[in-house]
C-alpha cells in the first residue's frame, strides 16, 4: 500500500473516532426517548419464566423470529450460496466501467438517516468526509466492483426486536425483526443500483 494510500486510511480513522464521538452525545437523548417508547424492560417471559439475562432475551426472540424461517427454506439457501459465481466478463458496456466520485457523492446524499449496521458507520460519518477519504472510498468499492470480493461483515445485521403497536409486549410472537446492515455496503448498492436502472431506462427496457 502506498505512503497516500496510508495517510488517508490515518486519516479517515481519526475523523471516524471524531464523528463517533459526537454521534454517540447527539444519539443518547433520542435513545433514552426510542427505549421509553418502545417499553423497554418489558422482557418476554419463556415458558412462563421471567428472563433478567440480555442475553437469554436475545436468544428467545430468535428462537421465536427463526420459527418463520423453515428449515427446507434454510437448507436452499445454503446450497444456493456454496454455487462460485464467476462475475469476470469482457464486456465492455458502460455498466462495467469503473464507479465514479460523481456516483459516490449521489448515492451518499440520496441516504437517508437510517441507524448503522454492526459497523457502526452511520451515513452521517459518510458525509462529512474530507475529500481524501472519499478518494479512499472509492477506491475500495472500485475493488469490491472488479473483484466480487464483500467484506464478510457487510453480509451481517444487528437485528432489533420492536413491539408490534397496541400487541401485548410480554409475548415474543408480537415483535417484529428489524435489521440494521451496514451503510457502506448500502452506498455502495445504491450506486450500482442508479447505474443499472440508467442503463435500462435509456435502452428502453424500464419504465
Known amino acids: 500500500m502506498d505512503a497516500v494510500v496510508q495517510w488517508n486510511i490515518r486519516g479517515f480513522r481519526s475523523n471516524f473516532e ?8 447527539s444519539q443518547s437523548a433520542v435513545v433514552a426517548l426510542q427505549e421509553c417508547r418502545l417499553g423497554e424492560g418489558q422482557v418476554p417471559p419463556r ?15 430468535a428462537e421465536t ?9 434454510q437448507q436452499t439457501k445454503q446450497r444456493a450460496e456454496k454455487v462460485h459465481l464467476n462475475f469476470s466478463s469482457d464486456n465492455n458496456e458502460p455498466y ?7 456516483e459516490l457523492k449521489n448515492s ?20 462529512h468526509l474530507p475529500e481524501s477519504c472519499l478518494h ?12 466480487g470480493d464483500i467484506p464478510p461483515s457487510w453480509r451481517e445485521a444487528s437485528v432489533v426486536p420492536i413491539p408490534k403497536p397496541g400487541k401485548d409486549s410480554s409475548d415474543p410472537s408480537n ?15 445504491r450506486m450500482v443500483n ?14
Open 136 to 147: 479512499t472510498l472509492l477506491k475500495l468499492f472500485n475493488n469490491i466492483w472488479t473483484t
Open 18 to 25: 471524531e464523528l463517533k464521538l459526537l454521534l454517540n452525545r
Open 175 to 189: 415483535y417484529r425483526p428489524i435489521a440494521l446492515t451496514s451503510c457502506l455496503c448500502k452506498t455502495l448498492k
Open 96 to 102: 462495467n466501467n469503473p464507479l465514479l466520485m460523481s
Open 65 to 73: 423470529f427463526s420459527e418463520n424461517y423453515s428449515k427446507n427454506s
Open 47 to 61: 415458558d412462563g419464566q421471567i428472563i433478567s439475562n440480555l442475553k437469554d432475551h436475545a436468544d428467545h426472540l
Open 108 to 127: 451518499i446524499v440520496k441516504s437517508n438517516e437510517s441507524a448503522a449496521g454492526p459497523d457502526g458507520v452511520y451515513y452521517q460519518f459518510l458525509r
Open 194 to 207: 442508479d447505474r443499472l436502472v440508467h442503463a435500462l431506462e435509456s435502452r428502453n427496457l424500464l419504465s
